[in-house]
Each structure stands twice: as structure tokens, then as C-alpha cells.
């Protein structure tokens, strides 16, 4: 069965600098990938996706993620980050075998330090 | 945005009552899921429709039943909370489960004393 796993529960990080949060998937089989963020108090919204095509998917706020088949990744950057993209990130997986349900990491908490 | 609304927003009740919470949505997805969250263990699912009157389990079902007798309603039922059910529960709606893009209500909280 496939399984996500999000290693950081936590990642402190100073305003303006960069960030990577890392997101692993257990099966090679064909899958979409998904980054969904969840601000203070709120329900989740996807952030961005993969379905096919590009490898590298971007979202209109400056983040993006790169889709890794040999490695089965699908790791969150940002080059610069602000105090508003304070959330928690959830990496989700899907694919035909279950029917798209998805499946869930932990969540990677992003503290930003001003 | 789906307008998915979640009702009651915050419930605290006793160990060994009944507790129904709501989901409504306006957009007339046809899919619609209960997740619960809690900490270190992102979401989970619990129950899911594809239909009216068309449910099936999730990975965290025990303890939990739902119904859906309108598209844009999907019931939670705790039929006797227990303590291990305080948690956050969101419900989610979908058109096409192939995008992948769910629309999320901003939860209930729910604690059993």
C-alpha cells in the first residue's frame, strides 16, 4: 500500500531565506502528487500538483516542487520565504490502484523567524 | 472556492453520548469525505460518499457512521463518543477524484470529556 512520509515535523527557518520541505512516497507506480497548506485555524487548500507532464509545478505564490520518479519524491521549495507563508504543508499522494484516494503525510509545520 | 460549511464548529460533550456533525456544500460535488486530524498523524480518512445513499469505509472508520441522503449533505455520527474521538474533523468534496483537488470546510472541533 503506498505511504508518505513527510521526515520534518518542524522546520524553523529566518524570513527571506530559503526552504525545502521534504516529501517521500513508497510505490513507483504511476501517481499524483499534491501539496496542500493549511493557515492557522483553517481547512486545507491545494497549493500545488502533479499529474503529468513538467516535472517541476509551481504555484502562483512563489513555491514550487519537483517531481523525482527514481527517488520517489516530490520535495517543496521556496527561494525566499515571508511571514505569511507561516502554515502547516501536507504532502498527498494518489493513484489508480486505490482508486485516487489520497494519502497523507504527518504535515511539515513551517515557522518562520523574523 | 466549494462553499463547504461545517456544523457545529466546536462541540464539547461527555464520554457516551451521541454526536452528529454536519457537512453542506454548495457545489454539487459528488464526491465528499470525513477526515480527522490530529497531531503527528496528518489526515485521516474516515468515511467517504460517491453518491446519495453511496458510502463506504475509510482506514479509521470504528466508532463512526455516516449518511448522505443529498448530495449536498454528508452526516458525521459518533454514535457514542469516546475520548480517542477528540479530534478535528474536516469534510472535504471533490467533482473528479482523478484532479485531485479537494475543497476542505474549516473543521469542527470536537472534545469528549
Redesign the interface.
Known sequence: AQS?T?LD?QVPVFEEAPVELRCNYSSSVSV?L?W?VQYP??????LL?Y?SGSTLVESINGFEAEFNKSQTSFHLRKPSVHISDTAEY?C?V?DVDS????I????TKLIIKP | DAG?TQSPRHKVTETGTPVTLRCHQTENHRYMYWYRQDP??????IH?SYGVKDTDKGEVSDGYSVSRSKTEDFLLTLESATSSQTSVY?C?TIDR??????F????SRLTVL
Not at chain 2, 476542505?104 to 473543521?107: C, I, L, T
Open positions: 508518505v513527510q515535523s499524483y499534491f496542500y485555524n483553517q481547512g486545507l487548500q491545494l500538483k499529474l501536507f498527498a494518489s482508486n485516487y484516494q489520497l497523507w503525510g504527518a504535515g | 463547504i503527528g498523524h496528518g489526515l485521516r480518512l467517504y474536516f472535504a477524484p482523478n484532479t485531485g483537488e479537494l476542505f470546510g474549516e473543521g
